[in-house]
């Protein structure tokens, strides 16, 4: 009797440890992510106003250069875009909403931020298109900060609480 309650028992903490972790990683994940998109953009920026190179083989450049948790979402666009008839980039950059939530931990605020990257992309004059990837980038950078600072608080926080509710639900079963 006493090993099962003691099997139990490191079933119960493993478990809720593994979810309390889990929810965790959720907040490295973003900030990880947003860092990597970060570079992606610049690289983007680099191709498009400094390379002048169109918009789908610039993507392919992203896909290619940038890091693979992150640049695959560009891979995704140029693929839309090239099958899409209607050639808009807005429209291809917001065919990835469901993987940026899904994939990178993107909260609304930042999945906005990428969606106004797809509305100027390919829209203007390279000097306005620069202004708009500095812009952009300037708020990538303030999502980076805000990230930082929600990874710290939560992700300790979620972690612990994953070893102590399965430490009280130990107690209220022994």
Do not use: W
């Not at 400094?50 to 083989?57: K, R």
């Not at 979620?158 to 639900?169: E, P, Q, V």
């Amino acid at each position: 009797m006493g090993l099962i309650k003691l099997t139990g028992s490191l079933l119960i903490i493993f478990s809720t440890t593994l979810i309390g972790f889990y929810y965790g990683r959720k907040y490295s994940s973003r900030l990880k992510n947003l860092i990597y998109m970060e570079q992606c953009i610049k690289i983007l920026e680099t191709e498009i106003v400094y390379g002048a190179v169109p918009l789908p083989e610039a993507l392919t450049n992203v896909y290619n250069k940038g890091n693979k948790e992150v640049s695959f979402v560009f891979e995704d666009i140029k693929n839309h875009l090239l099958g899409n008839k209607k050639g808009e980039a807005f429209h291809s950059f917001s065919h990835v909403i469901i993987s940026l939530k899904d994939k990178l931990n993107f909260k609304e605020e930042d999945i906005e931020m990428f969606l106004s990257l797809g509305r100027v992309v390919g829209s203007s004059n390279r000097q306005d298109q620069e202004k708009n990837f500095k812009l952009i980038l300037n708020q990538i950078t303030i999502l980076e900060r805000e990230a930082k600072l929600e990874r710290d608080k939560n992700e300790k926080m979620f972690k612990n609480l994953g070893i102590l509710i399965g430490l009280a639900i130990i107690i209220i079963l022994v």
